[in-house]
């Protein structure tokens, strides 16, 4: 509903604008607002037309006739005219889309079948149009008196435009849907050399034409060179201005999208000014840029495909705009004959060429769907008849005009429809997808009277993680710690999920002890979080730890393997406790599709090399397809250290690390937080009184408020922070009794000795600083919090808070920052962060900390409570763009579409060997 | 505590670029690869590559029809549609800036106001003087007036110098009197009555008002990042083209919008997204400026008396600005506030492009776009040891 009144109330003021009559003053004078009105306008009811099963590019060829000059002309002439502008650097970039999606190690293997399949389809289709127009040709309405050899000729000529493809409309499906498959191969391949294949039978048919009606030409060759020059010219330059780019992108790789915008204007203007096809440059270009630059052309395909919307919009709303209608009716009974013949012989050709070229059986009968609109091409050979054969020559081109409004506006609809059936469309809900943590995002839990509660786990990323299984459905497959877990799964160990609205399936696996003790407390807690994190505590590595560990990924990797129903099915590993799970299940099934997704920090080499079984480590990661990580430092990291340690055996190309013949994309993805959720809780008056009731229980009464919000981890640097504080009351006296520090900590893993120590090293701290810096009748300096607080009491604590500390000795990312931030839409308050914490990576704008450095860090303490309002709010609303530009859905889109978009090959990843048996020596670092 | 910011600093000390191109966000670009700033240092007197329009206008210059041939004048003349959707991106941010939640605020705009109309006064007032002896008519005078306005916008303050949060904010808000006062002016040339004029002015903002409300509902139900691009783009080409299709500046209908997206929940999105679409387009602009400058001795003349007069109506201005704020470092003020944007020389472009047959404008324009690198150069000179403003 909200759309609908934007929709209409652009329409109001884009019709009371077009009351004015302004005088045009240059050339693409209306641009802007044409392609801004298209722009919403278009997106809005293509969005519509998604929702009653339509491609969305039907909705913007909607726009386009509804708003156009024929009919609303809301979208006046000139500006249909200018829309063509922006038209040609559609088409180039649709084009360069396309190219990149042709992968010459997936062609190359089925080159001299797809070529066969092309020459027997042409072949057909062009042969059954030419018989067919031929003996026809005296009924149709263009030139019936042609001599009968003239006749033929004509029918041949008339049969290679009626018979042509669209790659644009192709591509544009393909981008559309995030199509991939061997349907989207054989379509998109078809198109471009079925329209080569094509256009050179036009020019020869239109040689033989001139030949017979003016026989002094038979020697003039310019037509064939003119249309040499078409194919080998587009070709030839687009893969040459594609190298180039390719070379910018590797050497430079600077300012890519001024670059690429630039290069699709001038270059489709150019490309026309010389003759060529901007669309079989386009994809020439795409070609190249795509296998000569290949890391950085995947990546590269993803961004340009994600940002591709708006090409689509414009380029389809255009299409829209200037379609002819009036052609339409005037000729209608002759449009309906070809279409019909058009469709007859394609379906036929079809189904010959596919069993000639031996086509899946799987496909063959959806491939006519694919093929079946038209669009530039077709109009282009119109207007060469036209303007060859003045007369009859306009009528062909008419009834060429004609035959794209049909074709352009049906073809779509079913190429979709094929893509659908072939299950290579990404559908709105995205594809099924299994979720694999270690914790479980709600825990059923025994009261004492014996009933059953299930509240859902605190934590920003299971809350994040749950938003989107919410959204989107499927499994997500944990370990079952609750109480009452057991009781109340099904004989599959499912239960659906949240309580209050089952949206999802929780699987709970049941990990027996002690596997679970070693394979968590042990390895993954006292070996690999100490790793990865650089604070001085000792990983504990043990044999028996990393037996268990193995053996639980591989309990991990069965159940996801159980859950995994459908092939399309992709799997989103979380955190450094299932290291192995996507080796595992490669194991079982070599099609999997995983992403993992490393929340906390990875080492330096030097440092990974402490652990005996960090080749294990880098190879369990690599079996994933993409590996996604917080920082770029940490994907540095990773990267050096497949190259250090695995050798000769793997490379790394941009963002790919290649093993064998398998890809994995390593990248770096910052992750967010839910930031519409936290407005939400902004919103909410119950924060006020929440507000109030924190208020009391802290004694928070009008003085300067800081708080700290953490998990008691020795990682999180919080004795450095009460240090500081003690640096700060000493140092300035006046802020003793009006200063409150409120530190919520919540225990964890207390079972661990150095979790233990450093709770009591915090408590120590607390007391000495109270102790010191108290005063009589004033405020207390630290208040203690020791228990979690829930996030609907955390944003009013941050709303009370002058400053906000993170001083994290090292840190994956801190996401109490990100959520301190959102929490201030008042733009007040200071954000203290450490230098070590992956957020400060992001948010510049925070004071940024060594917190090992106790005098700068009380010293920044400082600045924070002293920092002007102005600057608060400068910095503050700096932040907020970045906080709430990158949520948490971004960051879960990236990693699953990055992942759902990714080039497929055979995957040869060598299974794991059976866990050894447990041994009993302990290794920890010397 | 003295400027000590690097040119690196100073770059980031300036929004009106806007953001990271988004390609190269996307793919991590120059990270371990080869750094084209590794170029500039190259350069001798690398610093002023700091300044935008000091070497952009030259290649500008260059391309021209003036010099190579390359950007030829039709070429030059159909840019213009961009021109006006860079000005109306900047009148987002602008109005962006204009969400006032303090007394400490208001007086900001108090002062900055008073700052802008002191330069518009000074440089206005000398322009209406000389086209009054040369028999010109009154909108060449208005254009110097509104191109020697403005300052460099400021978005970010950088974390090891202090000038920044007051000149940032005055910078963000001095703005705005000359983005109001230049389209009643210029409808008031071009309407036969002041009502006319108002009215012309009045249906910008209230269309604008109108795009931008649209726009709003569409970008809180919109779905995934490539839809809220989309939007944003349709917004700013909306506003840039309706002011064009009406014959206003663009900079009127984007700081009608930013003013309605600064008081909304969340315009945070905004931001975010206009950032990358921002930053292509301000290149182009600049280097369509230069493209469009004819360099005569009447129009170097002529910038550098506009340079000159702008330099003073500036360090006036924020000496005037310092009193209304309690600043005691009134001179450093000033000199900061010298520092030219890119607004002022988008504006004058665009004025040229409406009125080609016009030679005095083409004139002023010709003296903003001059006075424009001038006034950098003299910028990068005088901010030097500034000390701390704030």
């Known amino acids: 509903m909200r759309r609908l009144f934007a929709l209409a109330a652009i329409v109001v003021a884009m019709a009371a604008l077009r009351q004015a009559s302004p005088e045009a003053v240059s050339p693409f004078y209306h641009l802007p607002l044409a392609v801004g009105f298209t722009l919403l306008a278009a997106t809005v009811i293509g969005d519509a037309v998604a929702r009653v099963g339509l491609p969305r590019i039907t909705g913007y060829l909607l726009f386009g006739i509804v708003c156009g000059p024929s009919v609303a002309d809301l979208v006046s002439r000139e500006m249909a005219r200018d829309l063509q502008v922006v038209n040609g650097a559609a088409v180039a970039l649709i084009g360069l889309i396309g190219g990149l999606e042709l992968r010459w190690s997936r062609l190359a293997p089925r080159l001299a079948q797809t070529t066969r399949f092309t020459l027997a ?57 995030r199509a991939r498959g061997r349907l989207t191969d054989v379509v998109l391949s078809t198109t471009i050399l079925g329209d080569l294949a094509l256009v050179a039978v036009f020019s020869l048919s239109l040689q033989a034409l001139r030949w017979l009606l003016t026989p002094g030409a038979a020697g003039d060759l310019a037509l064939l060179v003119e249309m040499a020059w078409l194919l080998v010219g587009s070709l030839a330059g687009g893969a040459l201005v594609g190298a180039a780019f390719a070379l910018y992108v590797t050497f430079v790789g600077r300012e890519l999208t001024a670059v690429l915008l630039v290069l699709s204007l001038v270059g489709s203007q150019a490309a026309r000014m010389l003759g060529l096809e901007p669309i079989f440059a386009g994809i020439a270009a795409g070609f190249v840029v795509g296998n000569v630059a290949r890391g950085q052309g995947e990546v590269l395909r993803i961004a340009i495909s994600k940002g591709s919307l708006p090409v689509l919009v414009v380029f389809f709303a255009a299409a829209g705009s200037a379609l002819d209608l009036q052609a339409l009716a005037t000729m209608w009974p002759v449009v309906v004959g070809l279409v019909a013949a058009r469709l007859l012989f394609l379906r036929l050709g079809t189904r010959l060429a596919s069993r000639a070229a031996d086509i899946e059986p799987e496909i063959a009968p959806l491939v006519w769907r694919g093929l079946f609109s038209q669009a530039g091409i077709t109009l282009g050979l119109g207007a060469v008849i036209a303007s060859e054969f003045l007369g009859w020559g306009t009528r062909v081109q008419a009834l ?28 709105a809900r995205g594809k099924p997808l299994i979720v694999a943590s270690n914790r479980e995002p709600y825990v059923h839990t025994y009261r004492d009277d014996g009933s059953v509660y299930c509240p859902a786990t605190a934590g920003g990323v299971a809350v994040a993680l749950d938003a989107l299984m919410r959204q989107r459905g499927g499994v997500w497959v944990a370990h079952g710690a609750g109480t009452a877990d057991r009781a109340v799964v099904d004989e599959r160990d499912h239960v659906l999920v949240p309580p209050d609205a089952p949206s999802y399936t929780l699987r ?30 000792r990983p504990i590595f043990r044999e028996a730890d990393w037996v268990a560990y193995r053996r639980v990924n591989a309990q991990f990797a069965a159940a996801i393997h159980q859950e995994m129903a ?8 979380q955190d450094y406790h299932l290291a192995l799970v996507a080796a595992e299940l490669r194991a079982r099934r070599p099609d999997a599709r995983t992403a993992i997704f490393w929340h906390i920090p990875w080492p330096s080499p030097d440092r990974l090399r402490v652990c005996p079984w960090r080749r294990e480590l880098l190879l369990g990661l690599l079996a994933n397809d993409l590996v996604a990580f917080q920082t770029e430092r940490d994907r540095r990291n990773y990267v050096m250290a ?9 490379s790394a190309n941009g963002p790919y690390v290649s093993l064998g013949r398998h890809d994995c994309a390593v990248v770096s993805v910052p992750i967010g937080i839910d930031f519409d959720r936290i407005q939400d809780i902004v919103a909410d008056p119950a924060t006020e009184v929440e507000r109030q009731r924190l208020v009391e229980r802290f004694g928070l009464r009008g003085q300067i408020v800081g708080v700290g919000v953490d998990r008691l981890d020795y990682t999180k640097g919080i004795p450095e922070r009460l240090a500081a504080l003690d640096r700060l009351l000493t140092r300035r006296k006046e802020l003793r009794g009006t200063l409150t520090f409120v530190q919520v900590g919540v225990p964890s893993r207390s079972e661990l ?40 009491s955390l944003v009013p604590l941050f709303r009370m808070a002058r400053f906000c500390v993170v001083s994290s000795l090292h840190d994956g990312m801190n996401l109490v920052a990100k959520e301190f931030v959102a929490s201030r839409d008042d733009l007040k308050g200071v954000l203290v962060l450490s230098e070590f914490a992956g957020a400060a990576q992001e948010l510049g704008d925070a004071i940024i900390v060594n917190p090992y450095d106790i005098e700068g860090f009380a010293a920044a303490l400082g600045r924070a409570i002293d920092m002007p309002a102005v600057d608060q709010e400068r910095r503050m609303r700096t932040m907020r763009r970045i906080v709430a530009g990158r949520d948490v859905f971004n960051w879960a889109s990236d990693i699953l579409e990055g992942l759902e978009s990714l080039g497929r090959r055979p995957l040869l990843f060598p299974p794991p060997e059976e866990p050894a048996a447990p041994a009993v020596a302990d290794r920890s670092i010397a | 505590m003295p400027w000590r910011g690097s040119t690196a600093e100073r770059e980031r000390y300036r929004s009106e670029d806007g953001g990271a191109d988004a390609l190269d966000v996307f793919v991590n670009a120059s990270k371990d690869r080869f750094d084209t700033s590794r170029l500039w240092r190259w350069v001798p007197g690398s610093a002023l590559l700091a300044a935008p329009a000091l070497w952009l206008v030259p290649v500008g210059w260059l391309l021209g029809p003036s010099a190579l041939g390359l950007a030829t004048p039709e070429l030059v003349v159909g840019a213009s549609p961009l021109l006006s959707v860079a000005m109306a991106a900047l009148g987002v941010f602008v109005g962006l800036g204009l969400r006032l939640n303090s007394p400490g605020e208001r007086r900001l705009l108090l002062a900055s106001t008073a700052e802008s109309i002191i330069v518009m006064g000074l440089v206005g007032g000398a322009g209406a003087a000389w086209l009054a002896v040369t028999g010109g008519t009154l909108t060449p005078a208005i254009a110097l007036a509104l191109g020697a306005a403005a300052i460099a916008a400021a978005a970010s303050t950088p974390s090891t110098s202090t000038p920044g949060p007051t000149f940032a904010r005055l910078a963000d808000l001095d703005d705005v009197v000359p983005i109001l006062l230049g389209a009643l002016l210029l409808a008031a040339v071009q309407e036969p009555t002041w009502r006319a004029a108002l009215f012309v002015v009045g249906r910008s903002a209230a269309l604008a008002i109108l795009f931008a409300a649209a726009g709003w509902l569409l970008l809180r139900g919109s779905h995934g990042e490539a839809e809220r691009v989309t939007v944003v783009a349709g917004l700013l080409l909306l506003l840039g083209g309706a002011a064009q299709y009406l014959g206003t500046p663009a900079l009127l ?12 929940p969340g315009e945070e999105f905004v931001r975010r997204y206009m950032d990358p679409i921002q930053r292509p387009v301000v290149v182009l602009l600049v280097v369509a400026a230069g493209a469009l400058l004819t360099i005569t001795t009447a129009v170097v003349v002529a910038a550098l008396v506009f340079a000159t007069l702008r330099l003073a109506g500036k360090l006036l201005g924020g000496r005037v600005a310092a009193l209304v704020l309690g600043i005691t470092a009134r001179e450093s003020l000033g000199r900061l506030l010298v520092w030219p944007g890119v607004i ?21 324009f010709g003296a903003v776009t001059l006075g424009t690198v001038v006034g950098e150069v003299a910028s990068l000179w005088l901010s030097r040891g500034v000390e701390d403003a704030s």
């Open chain 1, 508 to 537: 709970r696996l049941w990990i027996d002890e002690p596997d679970f003790s070693r394979y968590y407390g042990g390895l993954a807690n006292e070996g690999l979080w100490p790793l990865c994190h650089v604070v001085d505590v």
């Open chain 1, 400 to 427: 060429a005009v004609a035959l794209v409004a049909v074709h352009e506006t049906v073809g779509p609809v079913l190429f979709r429809n094929a893509l659908r059936r072939a299950g290579e469309h990404a559908p």
């Open chain 1, 642 to 650: 497949t190259l250090d340690e695995l050798g000769d055996d793997v």
């Open chain 1, 121 to 177: 389809l042409v072949l057909v289709l062009y042969g059954g149009l030419a018989l067919l127009l031929g003996l026809a040709w005296p009924w149709l309405p263009i030139h019936p008196e042609a001599s009968p050899p003239v006749r033929w000729a004509l029918a041949s000529l008339l049969a290679a435009a009626v018979a042509t493809f669209s790659p644009v409309v192709s591509v544009a499906v393909v981008a559309e849907q």
């Open chain 1, 753 to 792: 000795g150095s979790y233990s120590a450093i709770e009591t090293e915090i408590d120590r701290a607390v007391e000495r600083i109270n102790r010191r810096h108290a005063v009589e009748g004033g405020a207390v300096p630290v208040v203690y919090h020791k228990s979690a607080l829930p996030v609907q």
């Open chain 1, 566 to 573: 459908n092939p399309a099915t992709l799997v989103f590993i």
């Open chain 2, 253 to 264: 209908t984007g700081l009608a919008a930013g003013a309605l997206w600064s008081r909304a």
């Open chain 2, 344 to 364: 002022g020389m988008a504006f004058l472009v665009n004025l040229a492009q409406l009125h080609t047959v016009d030679p005095w404008l083409q004139l002023a």
